[in-house]
C-alpha cells in the first residue's frame, strides 16, 4: 500500500490555523515577569524618573501579554505544523537533511559551555579549545588541508572568507586578478559570494555530460583570474572526474581552486580535497558534520586551506602549545573578521560529538551508504522511466536530478505539483528547479539516514504520481491536501508585502 | 559487533548493502567510486580514530569540558553577557519540527516555523519601533557589514561615518565587509561624556556620505540620549542613520525606530540565547516599510499571505529575487543558512515576557548597572569611565589595582570578573587600567553585594 501523511492542523477561527501571538494576547500588557527590581535596590538606587529623562523613556510596547501555558500550547501548535528530519525522509538536494544523532544534539546544554563567556581567559576554558581544536584536526584529516578556522556562520560566509583571502593573497602579491570562475550549475551562494569579495563573475558552461567543459575553462583562464570555485560532486550529483586536470590549468596559471564543501557528503572518506588540488575550502558543519539545520539555521561553515594561504585566515586561531591551548590573534596578513568572537561554538561541538561517533570508518561508511541510496534511488527511478538528463551512463554520488519535463508537456503537470503531491504521501519534497540547466528539475539527496523502506516508499510515491499525472492530472494540481493548509499563494505574498504584524494591521484597517 | 555508526545508517548491514548492490549490478560501495580517478581514492582510512560508543562520547566530551573553569557568576562585559534564559525557550526549541528543518521552501508542509519566523519578525519590529524585520542575520557584527552594503546599494555613496565608540570588532568586520567595495570609512570621536560628538558629526556630513553608525548603548555601556539630533543632521543630507543597540534597552529606553533611525540592527543572543562562548549568535536587521529599502534588505524574510483559494491565512518566504538562489550575483547578499532557530528563541522569549516582563527585565539591567556604578565608583581605586552618562548593562571600569590581580582574585571567589579592553584592543586602551563589566537580569543584589565586597577587598 502506498503511505499517506496527514499533518497536524490547529483551526481556531474562521480562516485562520494558529492565530499570532498578537491574537492571543492583550497587547502593551502583561506578559511573564521572570526579573524584577528588588525593593531594596530601588529604594537604594531611586525612581526611574532620575536615572531617565522622561522623553527618553519608553512608552507602550507593543507585544502581546501572554501567560506561560499559552505560549507553551501556541508555539507546541506550531511544531506541530511543520516537518523534520525525525518525521520522515528530507531530500532537499545540497542541503544533507541527515539526522542528527541525540547525543550529538545534548553536547551543547553542557553547562560549562553555555555559561562561557567568549572574551573568558584562555586558562579558564581550555575544555572548549581543546574540542575546538580536536575538531580542527580531524577536519583536517577528512579533507587534508592543514588549517582551519571554525569562525564562519554558514557556508556562505565560509565561501567569503574564501573569496575574501583569495582576494588579499593577491592584493599582497600585487597581481591584478578580478575574475572568479564558477560553473552555471553551481549554487547561487557561490557567485554571490565571489561578487561580495569584489570579483567578476565568469560562468563556465556545462560538458553535454553535465561537467566542466574543459574547452570553455581553458578559454575562461587567464592573467585575470585568481581563482575558481567549485563543488565536486556537482549539482547533478555527477563527479568532475577531470578535477586533477582541471586543479592543473589553475594552479599553472597562478590561481587557486576554491572548493564549496556543500556536497561532502558524498566523497568523506573516500577522496581528501587535498588530492584533488584544492586549495581552499568551507565545509557546512549543519549538512555533512550532522548538526541540524535548524529552521534555516544557524549553521557553520569552517574554512581550511593549504599552509600557502594560512596567514590570511580569520583572527583568531585556535592553536595548540604543548599542553594547552590558546587563540592566536597576531596575523598580520589576516582578511581581518567576519563576525564577532570565535564562531557557532554550540553548533561546532556537535561535529566533534559526531565524527568522534562515526570514527574513520564510520566517516567512509556514511558517505558509502549515502551514494549507494541515491544510486539506489535514481535506478529505480530510471526503471520507472524518470528522465535524468545528466550522468546516466554513470554513478551518481549523493545526490542526482531528475527532470519532469515530460509530465509538463503532456500532462500540464510540473514539478511544483509533484512536490506538493509527494507532502500528502509523507515526504518532505527535493530541491526544485535546480540547477537551472535542467528543465522542471527535481535534485534529490537521499542521505544515508533512510531505511530501504523509506526509499521505497518515496520512490513508490513517485511511481504513483508519475500515473496519477497521467490518469487524473487534476489531482496532483490541486494538491497539497493534508498539510496543515492548502496550496499558497506566492504572487499574493509578494504583492501585499505583509511583512509584519503591524503592516498586517495597518492595511486591513486602511 | 556492529560499529556504532552502523546504529546511525538504517542500511549499512550486509545483507541490505548486498541487496542493493545486486540491484545495481554491481558488486562492491568502491564501485560507485569507479568515476573517481584511481590515483586520489583514498587506501587508507582517515586519521579520526576508533569509533566510540555514545556513552563513551559523552563521557570524554565531559571530561575535556571539565578542564574548564566553572564559575558561580559571570560579570565579564565586552558584547554578551550571562542573561537568564527561561526553561520554556529551551522546551520549545527542543522540538524536532523546529531544530531539524530547513528553510522552509515548501510552505505548505513548513506553516510552523514560517509562523514563528513571521512573529518573530514581527515582535522584534514592535520592539525596536521599526516596520519590517528580515527572518535573521548571523550576529550583530555580520549586521552592521550587510548594513554598509545595503547603505551603498540604496544611496549610492561611498563614504561611512562611524562612532569611533562601535565595538572593535564589529569596527573590524565592517571593514571586511567593505574593503572589496572601495568605502571609505571615516571615524567620528565621541565626547567627553562618551556620547557621539554632534559638532564632530555635523562637520563631516557632506553629501557623499551614505550611512552614518552609531551604537546604543555603545562599547562603553553609554546609552546615546541625542539620537534624534543625530538623525536630523544625517538626513538633511540624504543619508542613512543605522543605529546598533542591545534589544533589551528598548524595553526602558525609547526605540531607536522612535527616534529616527532608517536601519535598526543588534545581536538577539541576550533575547533568550546562551553565551555558549560566543555563538550561535542572531544579526538582527530592521528597516522602516520603505519600498526602496525593502526592496535592498539582505536575507529571508517572511510574509503573511492567503491561500490560492483565498480561504485561509498563511505564511511563506517572499522577495526571494533579492536572494542568492535566484539573483546569484546581483543578489543583495550571499546569506543562505541564517541563524533562524535564535530567532525562534528570541520570538518565544518576547511571546513569554510580553510588555511587562521585557520592562522588568530592562529595568532590572539598568537598576544593576547604576548600582554597581555608584558603588564601584565610590571605592579607591576604582573609577567610572563616563560617570555621568547613562549605562545600560556594561561599565567600564578604571582600575587602579592590575586587572590581573582583581580578575583572578574574582575568579578564585568563584566569579568572572571584567574584560581587560587593552588585552585584545590596545589601540582603545593603552593603559591598561579599562576593565569592562557586565550585569543582567540574572544578577539579585545579593550577587552584586558579593562582587562589591570583593573589590572592596580587593581595594585594600
Not at chain 2, 526602496?292 to 499571505?305: N, S, V, Y
Request: charged share 25%; proline share 5%.
Amino acid at each position: 500500500m502506498n503511505r499517506r501523511y496527514v499533518q497536524a492542523k490547529w483551526q481556531l477561527s474562521e480562516g485562520v490555523l494558529e492565530p499570532t501571538v498578537f491574537e492571543l494576547g492583550e497587547i502593551e500588557k502583561g506578559g511573564v515577569v521572570v526579573a524584577k527590581v528588588e525593593d531594596e535596590l530601588r529604594r537604594e538606587v531611586g525612581e526611574l524618573e532620575d536615572l531617565i529623562p522622561r522623553d527618553l523613556q519608553r512608552g507602550a510596547i507593543g507585544l502581546p501579554g501572554l501567560t506561560e501555558p499559552e505560549v507553551a500550547r501556541h508555539y507546541s501548535h506550531l511544531a506541530q505544523m511543520n516537518y523534520g528530519v525525525d518525521s520522515g525522509p528530507y531530500w532537499l538536494g545540497s542541503c544533507t537533511m541527515k539526522y542528527t544523532p541525540k547525543v550529538v544534539m545534548k553536547l551543547e546544554s553542557h553547562q560549562s559551555l553555555r555559561n562561557a563567556h567568549p572574551y573568558a581567559p584562555e586558562e579558564t576554558v581550555q575544555g572548549i579549545l581543546e574540542v575546538l581544536y580536536e575538531l580542527q584536526k580531524m577536519l583536517s584529516s577528512i579533507t587534508g588541508l592543514p588549517k582551519f578556522t571554525l569562525q564562519p556562520a554558514a557556508g556562505a560566509h565560509g565561501e567569503l572568507v574564501g573569496a575574501l583571502i583569495i582576494r588579499k593573497r593577491f592584493l599582497d602579491l600585487g597581481e591584478r586578478r578580478d575574475e572568479i570562475l564558477i560553473p552555471e550549475s553551481a549554487h547561487g551562494s557561490n557567485f554571490a559570494s565571489a561578487a561580495m569579495a569584489g570579483f567578476k563573475v565568469v560562468r563556465i558552461p556545462p560538458s553535454e555530460e553535465g561537467t566542466v567543459d574543459m574547452g570553455a575553462l581553458r578559454a575562461a583562464i587567464s592573467e585575470r583570474t585568481a581563482g575558481m570555485m567549485i563543488t565536486n560532486p556537482n549539482t547533478l550529483g555527477i563527479f568532475e572526474s577531470d578535477i586533477l586536470e582541471i586543479a592543473d590549468l589553475l594552479h599553472s596559471n597562478g590561481s587557486y581552486l576554491y572548493y564549496d564543501g556543500a556536497n561532502l557528503n558524498a566523497i568523506m572518506g573516500w577522496v581528501r580535497l587535498s588530492d584533488m588540488g584544492v586549495d581552499l575550502a568551507h565545509l557546512n558543519i549543519h549538512k555533512t558534520f550532522s548538526a541540524p539545520h535548524g529552521g534555516g539555521g544557524p549553521g557553520a561553515g569552517a574554512v581550511g586551506v593549504i599552509e600557502e594561504l594560512a596567514d590570511y585566515l580569520p583572527v583568531p586561531l585556535i592553536v595548540r602549545e604543548g599542553d594547552t591551548y590558546r587563540l592566536d590573534y597576531d596575523l598580520p596578513k589576516s582578511i581581518g573578521r567576519v563576525r564577532m568572537f570565535h564562531g557557532n561554538i554550540g553548533v561546532l561541538v556537535k561535529a566533534w560529538g559526531y565524527l568522534k561517533l562515526l570514527g574513520s570508518e564510520g566517516v567512509r561508511l556514511s558517505s558509502g551508504i549515502a551514494v549507494l541510496n541515491a544510486n539506489y534511488v535514481r535506478k529505480r527511478l530510471m526503471d520507472m522511466g524518470f528522465e535524468v538528463p545528466y550522468g546516466k551512463d554513470r554513478p551518481c554520488k549523493h545526490e542526482f536530478v531528475i527532470s519532469l519535463s515530460k509530465f509538463r508537456r503532456e500532462y500540464g503537470v510540473r514539478a511544483l505539483d509533484f512536490a506538493k503531491a509527494l507532502m500528502d504521501r509523507g515526504v518532505h519534497p527535493p530541491t526544485m528547479y535546480f540547477p537551472p540547466i535542467v528543465q522542471e528539475a527535481f535534485m534529490m539527496e537521499p542521505t544515508e539516514s533512510d531505511s530501504l523502506e523509506e526509499l521505497d516508499a518515496y520512490v513508490n510515491a513517485m511511481g504513483e504520481l508519475a500515473d496519477l499525472a497521467r490518469r487524473d492530472p487534476d489531482d496532483l494540481l490541486s494538491a497539497p491536501k493534508n498539510t496543515a493548509i492548502g496550496r499558497i499563494d506566492d504572487s499574493f505574498a509578494n504583492k501585499r508585502l505583509w511583512l509584519s504584524w503591524k503592516i498586517y494591521k495597518e492595511r486591513e484597517d486602511s | 559487533m556492529p560499529m556504532p555508526a552502523e546504529g546511525l545508517i538504517p542500511n549499512a548491514s550486509d545483507p541490505i548493502i548486498s541487496e542493493m548492490l545486486n540491484y545495481l549490478g554491481i558488486n562492491k560501495l568502491e564501485d560507485l567510486f569507479s568515476d573517481v580517478p584511481g590515483s586520489i581514492l583514498m587506501n587508507e582510512p582517515t586519521e579520526i580514530g576508533k569509533p566510540l560508543t555514545q556513552s563513551e562520547v559523552e563521557a570524554l566530551y565531559n571530561e575535556k569540558l571539565e578542564k574548564n573553569v566553572s564559575v558561580k557568576l559571570s560579570f565579564m562585559g565586552g558584547g554578551l553577557a550571562d542573561h537568564y534564559v527561561p526553561p520554556l525557550v529551551d522546551e520549545l526549541v527542543t522540538n524536532q519540527e523546529f531544530y531539524s528543518s530547513y528553510t522552509p521552501y515548501q510552505p505548505e508542509i513548513s506553516q510552523g516555523i514560517l509562523q514563528a519566523l513571521f512573529e518573530y519578525q514581527s515582535l522584534m519590529a514592535e520592539l525596536l519601533g521599526m516596520d519590517v524585520v528580515n527572518a535573521s542575520l548571523y550576529d550583530y557584527a555580520s549586521a552592521l557589514g550587510e548594513a554598509g552594503r545595503f547603505s551603498v546599494r540604496v544611496t549610492k555613496r561611498k563614504k561611512i561615518l562611524l562612532a569611533s565608540t562601535t565595538h572593535p570588532e564589529r569596527k573590524a568586520v565592517l571593514k571586511t565587509y567593505m574593503e572589496p567595495l572601495d568605502v571609505q570609512i571615516v571615524e567620528i570621536n565621541r565626547e567627553a561624556g562618551g556620547e557621539i560628538s554632534l559638532d564632530e558629526l555635523s562637520a563631516n556630513m557632506d553629501e557623499d556620505v551614505g550611512m552614518v553608525y552609531l551604537e546604543t548603548p555603545n562599547f562603553f555601556g553609554v546609552v546615546e540620549r541625542k539620537i534624534e539630533d543625530a538623525a536630523d543632521m544625517v538626513h538633511s543630507k540624504e543619508a542613512l542613520l543605522v543605529v546598533g543597540t542591545d534589544p533589551l534597552l528598548a524595553g526602558i529606553v525609547k526605540p531607536p525606530g522612535e527616534l529616527g533611525a532608517d536601519v535598526v540592527i543588534g545581536e538577539g543572543q541576550h533575547l533568550g540565547g546562551y553565551m555558549s562562548y560566543g555563538g550561535p549568535s542572531l544579526g538582527i536587521f530592521a528597516v522602516k516599510k520603505s519600498f526602496r529599502h525593502i526592496r535592498q534588505l539582505p536575507g529571508r524574510l517572511i510574509g503573511m499571505t492567503k491561500t490560492v483559494d483565498k480561504m485561509y491565512r498563511g505564511y511563506t518566504m517572499v522577495l526571494q529575487t533579492r536572494e542568492q538562489h535566484i539573483r546569484q550575483e546581483e543578489a543583495t547578499s550571499n546569506i543562505t543558512t541564517n541563524s533562524s532557530l535564535m530567532a525562534v528563541r528570541a520570538a518565544i522569549y518576547l511571546a513569554l515576557l510580553g510588555p511587562d516582563g521585557i520592562r522588568s527585565v530592562a529595568e532590572k539591567i539598568l537598576y544593576n548597572t547604576e548600582y554597581l556604578k555608584r558603588k564601584l565608583g565610590s571605592l579607591p581605586c576604582f573609577n567610572i569611565q563616563f560617570k555621568g552618562s547613562l549605562h545600560f548593562k556594561e561599565i567600564p571600569v578604571v582600575s587602579e589595582v592590575s586587572w590581573s590581580e582583581v580578575n583572578s582574585w574574582l575568579l578564585r571567589n568563584g566569579i568572572l570578573g571584567a574584560f581587560q579592553v587593552s588585552k585584545l584592543f590596545p589601540d582603545v586602551d593603552p593603559t591598561g587600567k579599562l576593565g569592562l563589566l557586565s550585569t543582567t537580569e540574572k544578577h539579585r543584589l545579593a550577587d552584586l553585594d558579593l562582587l562589591l565586597g570583593l573589590m572592596r577587598e580587593v581595594c585594600s
